[in-house]
């Protein structure tokens, strides 16, 4: 092999390796003199690669360097990348594991918004929630309650263990005074006849309101008295 043709061997090598993509002929060819033999030279850069790591193959007419056959499996790498889940798919997650079976319609009931099926596709596919047959009433709906793996994620030895209503106010994850209390409260407080003390705030702002009345009544008397005194 002459000098000549070994530079233009390593050329070729060279401007395979360093392209991201396969290369098209016409622009290996390109960088070469005018009678080089592109061809020839592609196909010994493939004979020297034949029993390397990596194989020199051709794409219809482009090239390029791809990892053995034999050796790409023991290539391959799994990473797990945690995602967070969503608020949509926390609050859906505590339904269930609270009120289990529970079915789709009644999870949207407790949480007042519809369900995507995206939501229950990302509990399922954590393997936190798995269907428990039907429930036997018109449609026969599919029931859903928490898996083995959901115990095992958060620690828990049963269902059982999970934290009741004083243990979530104790930890700050629930308020001292729940949602629909405190509703009840204001529905009881709009309908409920006033106490003592707001029934004497109420008088003494109608005695108030009675007293700037009357003052204006009679400043507007006085001022008709003069003009009827301006008139004579």
């Known amino acids: 092999m002459g000098e000549d043709r070994f530079q233009l061997l390593r050329l070729v090598e060279a401007m395979l390796f360093a392209s991201a993509v396969p290369m098209p002929e016409k622009t290996l060819a390109a960088r070469l003199p005018e009678d080089a033999d592109i061809k020839g030279l592609l196909e010994e850069v493939a004979g020297l690669y034949a029993n390397r790591g990596v194989h020199l193959v051709q794409l219809e007419d482009h090239w390029a360097f791809?990892?053995?056959?034999?050796?790409?499996?023991?290539?391959?790498?799994?990473?797990?990348?945690?995602?967070?889940?969503?608020?949509?798919?926390?609050?859906t997650l505590a339904i269930?594991?609270?009120?289990?079976?529970?079915?789709?319609?009644?999870?949207?009931?407790i949480r007042g918004v519809?369900?995507?099926?995206?939501?229950?596709?990302?509990?399922?596919?954590?393997?936190w929630i798995k269907p428990k047959g039907r429930r036997q009433t018109p449609g026969r709906p599919v029931t859903w309650v928490t898996t083995d793996a959901f115990l095992d994620h958060f620690g828990l030895e049963s269902c059982e263990a999970l934290p009741g209503m004083e243990e979530l106010r104790a930890a700050g994850l629930l308020d001292a005074r729940s949602a629909i209390s405190t509703l009840g409260a204001q529905a009881m407080a709009a309908v409920a006849p006033p106490e003592e003390d707001e029934a004497e705030e109420d008088a003494g702002e109608d005695k108030e309101t009675g007293d700037f009345e009357a003052a204006v009544a009679a400043a507007e008397a006085e001022v008709e008295e003069d003009d009827e005194s301006d008139r004579q």
């Not at 269930?96 to 319609?105: D, F, G, K, L, N």
Request: net charge negative; glycine share 4%.
């Open 66 to 91: 791809r990892t053995a056959p034999d050796l790409a499996g023991r290539l391959q790498l799994e990473t797990i990348v945690p995602r967070k889940l969503s608020r949509a798919a926390i609050e």
């Open 96 to 109: 269930i594991a609270y009120h289990q079976p529970v079915t789709r319609a009644e999870i949207e009931e």
């Open 114 to 127: 519809a369900l995507s099926r995206g939501t229950l596709d990302t509990l399922l596919e954590a393997t």
